[in-house]
């Protein structure tokens, strides 16, 4: 991004005190004091990627603010206000997700160090593109996004059929659209129906970590769900869509083995490696069981309708 000299910043206008990066985000300067000064005036119109990204911000416009002797009053006074608005607004979000028995997909960029190392700066315009696509098709769906961030995104839904179209939805998305510098775009997902428990900052329990470690089983253009999931779906087949199932296997961080299965479409990859298990030092008694026998049976390459 082209820096702007002292004489050209003096010369713009109040209304122009924002400027665009490189990566399509607005960022408001604190090079001199009339910068501070607008930056704490202006700093609750500014969009942040989450409360950490505020946080940093917010610290460093202070540290700006004491180092040319403005006492921001004002700002704190009203700082304090919005965070007590936004906890407010947080708990009663929170209140509103589905409890029960409920979907959880769990979205990922594959591969993404490799993609800021050939994009630069012109990541964050891809990873806007990416999160655009993933709320639509969550939205689109009847989910709810719980969380993003980095290359994350974490959604809920009350029925497993409204995921599984989501995640369909996702990758014929991100597989059409027309990446910049011929990069390749992967987005791996995992499913798992279950029953969380939903306390004041969010869902909790087993069924979130098994999601987790099914999104992080996949391979990029991949989507593999549970076999709760696949149970949730016989009294509602997909068009079109079939499972594969790839066996059981011991997922990083969980008590006992976990069934996979891959969602297949005649219009999306299918042939993928076999899933990216790390299975720690503290493996369950079943695979231990495995290991002695060398192998965990499973694996069917054949397509099953729900």
């Not at 180092?67 to 009053?73: D, E, N, S």
């Not at 719980?146 to 599984?164: M, T």
């Amino acid at each position: 991004m082209t820096q702007l000299s002292q004489k050209a910043r003096d010369g713009l206008p109040d209304s122009a005190f924002a400027y665009i990066d490189s990566g399509g985000r607005r960022r408001l300067p604190i090079n001199d004091e009339a910068h501070v000064r607008n930056a704490l005036a202006r700093f609750d119109q500014t969009a942040f990627e989450d409360e950490a990204a505020r946080d940093r911000a917010r610290t460093r416009l202070l540290k700006a603010a004491k180092r040319y002797g403005i006492v921001p009053v004002g700002f704190m006074t009203g700082q304090l206000r919005s965070q007590t608005t936004r906890a407010a607004v947080g708990l009663a979000t929170v209140r509103s997700l589905p409890s029960g028995i409920v979907t959880f997909l769990l979205a990922d960029i594959a591969d993404s160090t490799r993609l800021v190392t050939l994009l630069g700066e012109g990541y964050g315009v891809l990873l806007s593109d990416v999160r655009g696509m993933l709320r639509k098709a969550v939205r689109a769906s009847g989910g709810r996004e719980i969380d993003v961030r980095a290359d994350e995104l974490f959604a809920v839904f009350e029925q497993a059929r409204a995921a599984v179209e989501a995640a369909l939805a996702i990758q014929r998305a991100v597989h059409a659209h027309a990446w910049p510098e011929d990069s390749v775009v992967l987005v791996r997902i995992g499913l798992h129906t279950g029953l969380p428990t939903v306390t004041d900052t969010g869902y909790v329990g087993i069924a979130v970590n098994t999601a987790a470690r099914i999104c992080f089983a996949a391979h990029g253009g991949q989507i593999l769900v549970s076999r709760a999931v696949r149970e949730a779906l016989e009294g509602s087949p997909l068009l079109d869509a079939g499972f594969r199932d790839l066996g059981l296997h011991q997922l990083q961080g969980l008590p006992a083995v976990e069934a996979l299965f891959q969602i297949e479409v005649a219009d999306l990859q299918i042939e993928f490696p076999p899933p990216r298990i790390g299975v720690s030092g503290s493996a369950g008694p079943e695979e231990r069981r495995r290991r002695r026998r060398g192998a965990i049976a499973g694996g069917g390459r054949s397509k099953q309708r729900p």
